[in-house]
């Protein structure tokens, strides 16, 4: 039996990493079995491709290899992580997909969506979430949150100024209109709770629909 495959996507401090801690635990106590991974990572070839890409030194890398980087991680996490858990039948929860490449390097780095698009394609052969969850704060509330919680470095991305992270903002609403049957919008400025109550009711829905 194929299991799920649920992804979370969100602009930097949208607190999407706190949902999905919560829906985990949600679910393991419902007795499902349950994955946590994230990308850029999830296996070992991976995580190491993650360090490149989020290293602060590389400051200067072009948008086009950040893209490919990308897509050659998430082909090593499909490969030794997803598509094995899957074939499991097992409720995949990943923090990060191809729709972050979408949002970050196809609009917000001017790429093109379509052609980050047709550029993952190779890697993931049609591979797709289930189903995503947007959670959305608006850009400088996340940067703010960043700043006023961040312990130790910030990475390359985080350290963006405002103007690229309301591009990244503004990506994932397009892409949100492109695949809206299959990604969820959560409001991330509601109280912690409230949003952690939105995500799970999302999520169980889905998975009773769906028979797992």
Request: charged residues 30%; aromatic residues 8%.
């Amino acid at each position: 039996m194929r299991g799920l495959f649920i992804t979370f996507e969100g602009n930097d401090g949208s607190g999407k990493s706190s949902v999905i801690e919560a829906i985990k635990e949600e679910l393991v106590k419902k007795g499902y079995d349950v994955v946590y991974s994230r990308e850029p990572g999830g296996s070992k070839i991976a995580e190491k491709i993650r360090d490149v890409i989020l290293d602060i030194d590389n400051l200067g890398m072009d948008p086009k290899t950040e893209s490919l980087l990308y897509a050659a991680s998430r082909r090593e996490h499909l490969m030794k992580t997803i598509v094995p858990a899957l074939n499991d039948g097992k409720v995949i929860l990943c923090d990060r997909f191809l729709d972050s490449s979408l949002a970050y390097q196809g609009f917000a780095r001017g790429i093109g969506i379509d052609e980050v698009y047709q550029m993952n394609t190779f890697a993931t052969e049609g591979i797709m979430p289930d189903l995503t969850l947007l959670v959305c704060v608006k850009p400088e509330v996340g940067l703010k949150r960043i700043k006023d919680n961040h312990r130790g470095t910030l990475d390359r991305l985080e350290v963006e100024k405002l103007a690229f992270h309301e591009k990244v903002y503004e990506g994932y609403l397009k892409v949100q209109a492109k695949f809206s049957d299959r990604i969820v919008i959560i409001n991330g400025e509601a109280s912690k709770e409230q949003v952690k109550h939105d995500a799970l009711e999302v999520v169980m829905n889905f998975i009773k629909e769906h028979k797992i």
